[in-house]
């Protein structure tokens, strides 16, 4: 009897990405690398997705990601476009990585030296000290439980799932701590609320909830203190910008304002993409759009299991979204450091709004990050460029006409109450909505990273890298496997360039 062979990845010379977000840019570095012929289609005029740029009245600003971990990610993806990253981009490691303000007044230093940073949280709540060190243990465990099966390999099926190299880590599963929430294990190692606010928070960091996540996503604050917590020299966008020219240096083409109108199929196989100038050939399409986006509106009817499998991905929960204010501030406020947060008044209540009522909430927490602390030029002498982000509920259709105005209200208040009065310092202005992200990027509900990771299965029921039906399809960036922020969408785009290979 003939061996049973896969030929159909021989075909796979010619492939089109949908998107040059960063999953995109990383799988067409990969599929290039591995000798494909790769064309991105992207519907803006310029790379970078959700992680763009915008440059007003002598200021430059960031629109997505401000805080960069798991460099080594980066690193390796220069490393296969063949140049080191550090002769691309440089990576600047921030300290403090972030500076907390909190509505008693007090302010904390979250310092890059875990010693320094317990001195910090001694001064403030000298008990909780030690629990610093014992939490990001247990952090770490986690990460070297589950790293290598759901961050670095693709979940593609059970069977890769139940490999004899995982069964170790498989049997240790309980381990991952999933049958806790985010909340409840934080609040079993430290006593004063402040630090069980500040690392609830980073259940954040994906789009999810620490009152409902399981508290496996404890992985990130050891990602955040012990792997580190970088800033790119020159703003984020430098970052895209690099990546996009490394992938044209291998030969990739990308054709910008050309948004992708649908994923061509015959015999349950992918053929090409069509857009407004026609019908382009591929062997294989990785779309970098929104998962729920590729299945619905890219893909149709194209077959029963798209459809149902579309359904399916509908039904997924959205991470939430988030409003940024891009101000431009005269003055300079010497006591706020790169990245802060100002803390609301009522945590708990601001994650019900969120995530249970799909409201806006009143008081939100403030995130700000000033990268005109390390480029000054970001501003012009005597300015700083402020990134401001509140989270916000996934849109819904009774939220969608939320007044943003009394939102912007809110986060002047809550910013006044911590002492920076700037409402009168605004100098230009630009807005970002959960809507704004929907249109511009396709992002189901307005969603910040995908998918959210607020039920204990949510790992599995995230979509795939590789699709199967249709053959031939295949997804990377945050709404699918390994999940949200930069250094996963990396992973997913090199995951999904591996599965077409
Ligand atoms: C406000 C904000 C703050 C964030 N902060 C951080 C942070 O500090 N750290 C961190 O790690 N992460 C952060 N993130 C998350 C991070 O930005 C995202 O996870 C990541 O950039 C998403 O990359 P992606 O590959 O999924 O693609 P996206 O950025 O979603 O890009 C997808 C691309 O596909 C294009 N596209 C969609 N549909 C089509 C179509 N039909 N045809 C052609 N093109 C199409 C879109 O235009 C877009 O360019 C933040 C995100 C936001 C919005």
Known sequence: M???????????RNVGIIGAGLGGLSAAIHL?????????YESNSTPGGKASEVRMDGFRFDTGPSLITMPF????LYDVAGTPANERIQLIPVDPICRYF???GTVLDACASEEEFRTQVRTLAPSDAEAVTRFLDYSQRIYELTSDIFLFHSLSDLKSLLRWKNLPTLLRLPQIDAFHTVHERVQSYFRDPRLVQLFDRYATYNGSNPFTAPATLNIIPYVEYRLGASYVHGGIYALVRSLESAARSLGVSFRYDTPVEGIVVEGGRVRGVRTADGTCAHDAVVSNADAVHTMTTLLGGAGSDAVKRARRYGKLEPSCSGLVFLWGVRGRNDSLAHHNIVFSDNYAEEFDAIFTRRVAPSDPTVYVSITSRADPEHAPEGHENWFVLVNMPALTDANRDTDIGSVRTAV??????????????????????PSDLERRYNANK??????????????FLRPRNRI????????CGGSAHPGGGVPLVLLSGKLAAEAVA
């Not at 002047?412 to 909505?433: M, Q």
């Not at 199967?468 to 997804?475: I, M, N, Q, T, V």
């Open 32 to 40: 290039a690398r591995r000798g494909k012929n790769v064309t991105v």
């Open 446 to 459: 307005g969603s910040i990273y995908g998918i959210s990771s607020n039920s204990r299965n949510a790992a």
């Open 468 to 475: 199967g039906s249709p053959e031939g399809l295949y997804l």
């Open 73 to 76: 990610v980066i690193e390796q």
């Open 102 to 104: 909190y509505p008693d």
């Open 412 to 433: 002047l208040r809550r910013l006044h109450a911590a002492g920076f009065d700037i409402a009168g310092d605004i100098v230009c202005e630009e807005t970002i909505t």
């Open 2 to 12: 003939q061996p049973h062979t896969r030929t159909y990845n021989h075909m796979n």
